[in-house]
């Protein structure tokens, strides 16, 4: 993990907390934070104590004034990073890779810095952003709270350092810019407005130019991998950085399939799923109403009738769900799909989906879309609608690294419903390695360029 380079730290302060009847912190410059701070935790401690000296000469006037005193500043080489005691002040630490208190801090994916992308025009090349909606499930309700769930699945990812050995990348020390947006505010009252909420917050975090456009390009790998004056996959040649979404049932797909479209134009699917998810609306509920006739069954013909899926060039896999009759194959492959089972993961193995699926999106922007009921119940029991005879979180995986070279434009992965989880989380850090893949994914490929 990195950290800013300059620690604000107000030292009198600390020993004015003290004076003043605040309970002191013995383990403060004591503990090991990090490796290697005993030196630095000296030099802080001998401050302190010189500081201490001085407050004596401070009447209770000066304890009730001590936050408004300037703080001194610590500088460093960039190998320093923070750390805040009780107080709330800062102190720092050198920047080492160590496995310590993943569990605290603030519930970002990963401990990603946070960053508000709705309100904010800031640059940024990788973003997650929750969609907390489930009010057009079928059957388990509770995919609402899957973007903390997954969350709190992921706070692990970082303990040793976050270098993912397979792919030979570490996201986390890059050159991308990769950041926790929060949450889209999207309503439990109205789906169709929240369908709505959903497509302008995707489209607000989208459409920006990437961070990583400002630089230029060195090499291929790690930090020196930058792209300047480069052609965009976007529309006009734009750079936009990509937006991983963290669901909420699989209905957000289709708001934000519109979002992309918005820049990149049609695009094709990578669509990892129990179920087809393209029956037509008076199949699957359909029938009802409008507001009906759009849920997490039937958001692929809607994006199918609305053109925002490139036809012949999208492929569902891992589909083992019962049908109504063998015409909603027929209606898939009308909406553009390839389809591939998850039992022909028996005889093809994992290298023959990959093939599948690479030969099946070619060069073209894909948007990679992932419910966790792909799954079996057995690795992921929490989500809605759960089918066994899914893959192991180990196929999964293997079969997402495999898909290195693809133009993934931006992810989903959705329907997990933390309620029905085991206690250990196992759906939820399932969920959160998966994304893990995705991350690295899109980091190894660099920029969104042609």
Known sequence: MRFSS?????????????LCGATPSPWLFQQKIFQGTNQLAHKLEQAVSGAHDHAHAHDEAGCAARHAQPAETLQSDGSVGVYSDW?????????????????????????????????????????????????????RPGARFGPMGIRQGSRRLRLYGGYNVPLDVNPFSSWAKI????????????????????????????????????????????????????EGFGLGGRIH???????????????????????????????????????????????KSETAAVNHGTYFYHASKEGLIRNGTSIHAGIRTTLSGPQDYEND???????????????????????????????????????????????????GTPETGGWSTRE????????????????????????????????????????????????KAGPLTK
């Not at 789906?191 to 390009?217: D, F, V, Y």
């Not at 089972?341 to 989906?353: M, V």
């Not at 759906?427 to 991350?439: G, H, N, P, S």
Request: aromatic fraction near 6%; proline fraction near 5%.
């Open 241 to 287: 950085p990509r937006i991983i979404s963290l669901g909420g049932d699989h209905s957000i797909t289709l708001p934000i399939l519109r979002s992309i479209t918005s820049a990149y134009g049609p695009v094709s699917v990578i669509h990892f799923d129990s179920h087809l998810d393209t029956w037509k609306p008076r199949v699957f509920g359909g029938s």
């Open 333 to 383: 492959e009308e909406c553009g799909f390839k389809l591939h089972e998850a039992r022909e993961i028996d005889t093809i193995g994992t290298q023959g989906f990959i093939d599948a699926i690479k030969s099946t999106v070619k060069d073209t922007p894909v948007y990679l879309s992932i419910d966790i009921d792909v799954l079996d119940p057995s690795a992921a029991p929490a989500t």
């Open 396 to 443: 999964l995986r293997t079969i997402l690294r495999g898909l290195e070279g693809v133009n993934i434009v931006g992810a989903d992965l959705v329907e997990v419903a933390p309620a029905y989880d085991t206690p250990a989380e196992i759906t939820q850090i399932a969920a959160a390695d998966i994304l893990f893949e995705v991350m690295s994914l899109m980091v």
């Open 6 to 18: 300059t620690v604000p730290i107000s030292l009198a302060g600390l020993a004015l907390t003290s």
């Open 179 to 230: 950041v926790d947006c929060g949450d889209v505010s999207a309503t439990s009252y109205d789906t169709a407005k929240a369908i709505q909420q959903i497509e302008q917050g995707h489209k607000r975090a989208l459409h920006r130019t990437a961070k990583a456009t400002s630089k230029s390009i060195v090499s291929g790998k790690g930090d020196d991998f930058y792209v300047k004056e480069a």
């Open 87 to 139: 107080t709330g002040q800062s102190v720092a630490v050198e920047d080492e890779t160590t496995a310590d208190a993943v569990y605290a801090g603030f519930g970002s994916f990963a401990h990603l810095p946070m960053m508000n992308c709705l309100a904010s025009d800031a640059p940024f090349d990788i973003g997650f952003i929750g969609m907390p909606l489930d009010t057009a499930t079928s059957y």
